[in-house]
């Protein structure tokens, strides 16, 4: 898989009132930097929980959403990063 960045690596924010749209992307690489499963949060920009998953400590996953849907995660150890990609 190809990946073109659309912005610059920033941690997650910890809670539903930090979430981030990350800069209105529709396709985002999700980067457990840390060695512990972490919780990872997608809600609407009104504060309304879409579904969660869990990241193993490591990994990386993309995650496809609306370009104002936020994302969140249970610790700053998730990276989050905008990308274009082409499987």
Do not use: C, W
Not at 21 to 35: D, E, F, P, Q, Y
Not at 58 to 67: C, F, R, T, Y
């Amino acid at each position: 898989m190809k990946l073109k960045l659309q912005g610059s690596e920033a941690a997650a924010g910890t809670s539903s009132t930090n979430g981030s749209n990350v800069g209105l992307a529709t396709v985002v690489r999700v980067h457990n930097s840390g060695t512990t499963q972490r919780l990872v949060s997608l809600e609407t920009s009104g504060a309304a929980l879409i579904g969660t998953f869990t990241i193993s400590g490591g990994a990386s996953e993309i995650l496809e959403k609306n370009p104002t849907e936020e994302v969140f995660a249970a610790d700053a150890e998730i990276k989050l990063v905008g990308v274009a990609y082409n499987a």
